[in-house]
């Protein structure tokens, strides 16, 4: 790999993967020549929801993905950013937890560029999952 290569990590959960996921990524990929996509393992269920998807299946779908160039799993985003090489750190407006707090501390810190990417609007894994939470199927 030359080393003028950018490359561009970002992360997510990826469960009920849809168009804004897509969206995301695709813009993600832009910011860069190389993409690194982390899946969020959530052992500890932070989110408290039952997933449609395992870790490992979430990842085959990201990597399903022409422009993904790697994928990997996570657990804590303040950990993954010192154990990765990348060059721009690419992540949503409602990635902003306390673990997200430092790990943007830690880029600012380490010369890592910071791209907030805006979200597709009208879709959302919530809301994906408020609609079929809602319908007899």
């Excluded at 080393?3 to 997510?12: E, F, M, S, W």
């Excluded at 469960?15 to 190389?34: C, I, T």
């Excluded at 985003?77 to 673990?99: A, T």
Aim: a neutral charge; proline letters at 1%.
């Amino acid at each position: 790999m030359k080393n003028q290569t950018k490359k561009v990590l970002t992360v997510g959960v990826f469960d009920f993967f849809h168009l804004g996921h897509l969206n995301v990524l695709e813009s993600a990929k832009g910011q860069g020549d190389y993409l690194i996509v982390a899946v969020h393992d959530d052992k500890l269920n932070i989110k408290g929801i039952k997933f449609l998807y395992t870790l490992e299946e979430r990842m085959r779908i990201v990597n399903s993905l022409r422009f993904v160039d790697e994928v990997i799993s996570y657990e804590r985003v303040d950990i993954l950013v010192e154990n990765v090489d990348f060059d721009i750190f690419v992540h949503g407006p409602d990635q902003n937890h306390q673990y997200f707090k430092k790990a943007f501390e830690w880029c600012a810190k380490n010369n890592k560029q910071i791209i907030e990417l805006k979200r597709t609007e009208g879709i959302s894994s919530s809301k994906l999952r408020d609609i079929l939470n809602n319908k007899d199927i």
